[in-house]
């Protein structure tokens, strides 16, 4: 029986502690006692504090890899966040040099082809949105892959942790001083799982709102709507450009007929009558010249000079006349003549004739032909009469000297040749600039009059004052809005407000409910504890007891034989007294077992009790968590109604934005055309601009209000992820109260409910995975249908773009041609200026010749009684 009842007791310590040093200590104590007890708990104190020093350091070693983990999946998300910010940066580079190469050609682009090009740009963002989309979703795809990896890395290690160090101690009463050790095991333990469980948690909600956004109809129908609106946006900012650059091309040419009809022909006509009186001149001073016989034919040549000079005048200036009627200096420059004035009167009727009858019908090409050939053939007949007129001279000259010899000096001979030389060629010159009058500018088919300029004045009025009352109402709505936005905000930061003193409720809430836990848990392993030690006490006593008995069964036995040798007559006495002193041992025994079962079963009945209260508390926070839910979710419906307003008071002051800018590039173009076509509308102009700078204020606080209204919807992004974690914090703790029913119920052989459960997902995941194969499929249509029309686009601005190719190089012709023909001018002054200058000096040697003339004179007078003599000379 000792044998067997020993036994017994190595079993039970083996299975309560699973090792064997311990149930050898247990042995050693049996056979030592005290002594051997004290040494046990001693080791076992050691044992326990190495065991508790591997433990921390794992979890150091716990945390830094959990840091590591989450540093990793910071940069991930950085990097992606950086990715799609380029992306989105390269989207609105692309976006604005096509608008920039539109407005750049959009000088002769009609209006109808606007909207194409809008609706091509709109789908091109469409397509980079959609793969943008993709990306983020691979991208998400491989961070949660990666991420439910390194937790189910961590679960491991910590498990491999737990396995290798789980040896707990159990001892009988004088071993209670390892309890606090294992509660601070057991809390190192908890707060380990606690951090994974917040990591998972945390991963799991990011992924969601993540997917959330990217798979919600809300968020795509969104999108859609921003497209379409700047769709819309950018075609009226291109017809309001295209109809701006058309209004300024049309003004600037009004602009420029009038300012050549109004400078540039009175210019020309004065420069044509000064160079008639210096052609006059010049024929004068030819005919003061000192050759008597040859005088004549001078005169005559320079009348014919005169003649042909008149007939080019007479083919120009009819034209002019007819533009511009009411100036008297063409006129009187037409009657001047020197004796043949019959013939000029005829051939100027007959020009004139001619101009009235022929030049109404013809073209501006036709009439730029008719005046150069006519331009040609005078300069041919001016050059051939010139030269007959100089060789005649010259053949005269030759006779008169080899008649009467060389009677004045060499050197006055070279000083007229000189001049004789330098006046045909300053008379040549002035012709080639009167016949340079073929640049004069046409104007008479593309002049206006007057009136039809204050007709367009009273219009640019009428349009400014519209444009006005438009700003002043826009300014209204503007300020409406700004109010709205005020109001927005006030309301937001109430609602920010509250939520966070909905945070702190939840962050109380949250560490009761933990507090709660660590007391459960704290009650539960001393609970185990006690019970376990009671049982190892009740069974140490009875072993004690039952070798008390058997101690005292060989004792009574040792005596009761020395008695029976002794005395054989007193033996039965003396048996029948051991007898009842066993009878009543074993009596004592059942008594002392009875009152230690009976201590024990109170004790257990006080402990369920206090299980009993913990529960009702457990319940009571169960009701609190359940009525604080339902406030949130009230809550966060609101919050969702109040974002769909600021994303619709957002829409509203966009819109005002974008129509208040228009109007302020409407009045910066009208005041340009107002200060192109008159001085008189100055103060006009002024108004304008301080209205441009107010609504540059304005446009300045709406951009502030924006960005406000941004920042305010960025606070709420951030918040609703934290309540949406708060959310799912109490779902969990719900979650772990359910499995400890669920634990509860298994005990109780309840599987029927989970089966159902099981069911039910299954059959919502059949559901969801159905709609999502249907969303593939209409994706896949919607993006066929976007390349389709994306190159449909393609092709219509590539025609558009041929289209301006041609424009441009129109335009750049016409540009050069103005730059010629400027160049030409300032040529033709610069001659003129050359010639004034020649025409001073020449003043200067007319001046000389004047005074060799009256010495001429002087010897004649002198001479004239000879001279008589001679018949030749009279």
């Given at each position: 029986l000792y044998i067997m009842e020993t036994e017994e007791v190595m079993e039970s310590v083996r299975v309560s502690d699973n090792g064997d040093n311990l149930s050898r200590d247990l042995l050693g104590q049996l056979g030592m006692g005290e002594n051997g007890s004290e040494n046990l708990g001693d080791c076992l104190v050691e044992e326990m504090d190495l065991y508790l020093d591997d433990i921390n350091d794992r979890l150091m070693i716990s945390r830094m890899v959990s840091d590591s983990v989450i540093k990793g999946m910071v940069n991930a998300v950085e990097e992606e966040a950086a990715e799609k910010i380029a992306a989105k940066e390269l989207e609105k580079t692309n976006l604005k040099e096509s608008l920039d190469f539109l407005h750049v050609g959009s000088n002769n682009i009609d209006v109808k082809n606007e909207p194409e090009s809008s609706k091509s740009e709109q789908f091109m963002s469409f397509s980079y949105g959609s793969v943008g989309h993709d990306k983020m979703r691979e991208s998400l795809h491989s961070l949660r892959t990666v991420s439910t990896e390194q937790f189910l890395r961590l679960r491991k290690e910590i498990d491999g942790i737990r396995g290798s160090g789980a040896i707990r101690r159990i001892g009988s009463g004088s071993e209670m001083v390892g309890l606090g050790g294992i509660l601070k095991e057991t809390e190192s333990w908890v707060g380990v799982d606690r951090t994974v469980d917040r990591l998972k948690m945390i991963m799991d909600i990011m992924c969601k709102t993540v997917d959330d956004i990217l798979l919600s109809k809300t968020s795509l129908c969104e999108w859609q709507q921003e497209q379409e609106f700047q769709r819309e946006l950018e075609a009226m900012v291109m017809r309001s450009a295209l109809r701006s650059i058309e209004e300024e091309l049309k003004e600037r040419l009004w602009d420029q007929n009038v300012h050549c009809c109004d400078g540039q022909g009175v210019k020309w006509v004065e420069k044509f009558n000064e160079i008639l009186s210096l052609h006059k001149q010049l024929d004068a001073i030819l005919k003061l010249l000192p050759n008597p016989e040859a005088g004549q034919l001078v005169s005559h040549g320079s009348g014919d000079l005169d003649h042909t000079h008149r007939k080019t005048l007479s083919n120009h200036t009819p034209i002019s006349t007819s533009r511009w009627e009411g100036n008297g200096k063409v006129d009187k420059s037409k009657t001047d003549d020197d004796g043949n004035g019959k013939v000029d009167k005829s051939k100027t009727g007959d020009t004139e004739h001619f101009d009235a009858l022929q030049l109404k019908h013809m073209s501006n090409k036709e009439l730029v032909d008719l005046s150069n050939n006519t331009i040609a053939k005078m300069k041919r007949d001016h050059e051939c009469a010139v030269q007959k007129m100089t060789e005649e001279i010259f053949k005269l000259k030759a006779e008169y000297l080899k008649e009467k010899g060389s009677s004045l000096p060499h050197r006055k001979e070279k000083e007229f040749e000189v001049l004789r030389k330098k006046i045909p060629e300053v008379i040549s010159k002035l012709d080639d600039i009167l016949v340079d009058?073929?640049?004069?500018?046409?104007?008479?088919?593309?002049?206006?009059?007057?009136?039809?300029?204050?007709?367009?004045?009273?219009?640019?009025?009428?349009?400014?004052?519209?444009?006005?009352?438009?700003?002043?109402?826009?300014?209204?709505?503007?300020?409406?809005?700004?109010?709205?936005?005020?109001?927005?905000?006030?309301?937001?930061?109430?609602?920010?407000?509250?939520?966070?003193?909905?945070?702190?409720?939840?962050?109380?809430?949250?560490?009761?409910?933990?507090?709660?836990?660590?007391?459960?848990?704290?009650?539960?392993?001393?609970?185990?504890?006690?019970?376990?030690?009671?049982?190892?006490?009740?069974?140490?006593?009875?072993?004690?007891?039952?070798?008390?008995?058997?101690?005292?069964?060989?004792?009574?036995?040792?005596?009761?034989?020395?008695?029976?040798?002794?005395?054989?007559?007193?033996?039965?006495?003396?048996?029948?007294?051991?007898?009842?002193?066993?009878?009543?041992?074993?009596?004592?025994?059942?008594?002392?077992?009875?009152?230690?079962?009976?201590?024990?079963?109170?004790?257990?009945?006080?402990?369920?009790?206090?299980?009993?209260?913990?529960?009702?508390?457990?319940?009571?926070?169960?009701?609190?968590?359940?009525?604080?839910?339902?406030?949130?979710?009230?809550?966060?419906?609101?919050?969702?109604?109040?974002?769909?307003?600021?994303?619709?008071?957002?829409?509203?002051?966009?819109?005002k934005e974008i129509l208040a800018m228009q109007a302020s590039a409407a009045l910066t173009k009208e005041r340009e055309q107002l200060e192109l076509s008159s001085q008189e509308l100055n103060t006009l102009r002024y108004d304008a601009s301080q209205r441009s700078k107010e609504l540059e204020s304005v446009k300045s606080k709406l951009l502030k209000a924006v960005q406000e209204i941004e920042v305010d919807r960025l606070e709420l992004s951030s918040l609703n992820p934290k309540l949406e974690q708060a959310m799912k914090e109490l779902k969990e703790a719900e979650k772990q109260r359910q499995l400890v029913v669920a634990l509860t119920q298994e005990r109780q052989n309840d599987l029927l409910s989970f089966k159902a459960k099981e069911d039910e997902f299954r059959k919502q995941m059949d559901a969801i995975i159905v709609f999502v194969n249907w969303l593939l499929k209409s994706f896949a249509n919607f993006e066929c249908r976007v390349a389709e029309n994306i190159n449909a686009n393609n092709s219509r601005l590539e025609h558009s773009r041929s289209q301006l190719s041609s424009l441009m190089k129109k335009a750049n012709t016409l540009r050069r041609t103005g730059l010629l023909y400027k160049q030409k001018l300032e040529r033709r002054y610069c001659d003129l200026q050359l010639a004034e200058s020649e025409v001073d000096l020449l003043g200067d040697e007319v001046d000389s010749l004047f005074s060799l003339l009256e010495k001429i004179y002087i010897a004649l007078d002198h001479y004239s009684s000879i001279l008589q003599h001679y018949p030749g000379v009279r």
């Open positions: 009058n073929e640049k004069f500018p046409d104007f008479s088919n593309s002049g206006e009059s007057p009136s039809s300029l204050k007709d367009r004045l009273d219009g640019l009025l009428s349009e400014n004052h519209q444009l006005r009352d438009s700003l002043i109402n826009k300014e209204n709505e503007v300020r409406c809005l700004s109010s709205r936005v005020s109001d927005a905000a006030e309301n937001i930061l109430q609602r920010s407000l509250a939520e966070a003193n909905l945070q702190n409720l939840i962050g109380n809430l949250n560490a009761a409910v933990e507090d709660v836990r660590m007391e459960v848990s704290v009650t539960e392993d001393v609970f185990k504890c006690v019970f376990r030690e009671l049982s190892s006490q009740i069974k140490c006593n009875n072993v004690e007891s039952q070798m008390e008995l058997i101690i005292m069964q060989g004792i009574y036995e040792i005596v009761f034989r020395e008695a029976t040798l002794g005395a054989e007559i007193t033996g039965k006495c003396e048996t029948e007294n051991s007898d009842l002193e066993t009878t009543i041992v074993q009596g004592l025994s059942e008594v002392i077992l009875r009152e230690t079962i009976k201590d024990t079963e109170q004790e257990l009945k006080k402990l369920y009790r206090l299980c009993s209260v913990a529960k009702d508390n457990e319940v009571s926070l169960q009701k609190k968590i359940l009525k604080l839910e339902n406030g949130l979710i009230s809550e966060v419906k609101e919050k969702e109604k109040f974002r769909e307003e600021v994303v619709l008071l957002k829409k509203s002051v966009q819109e």
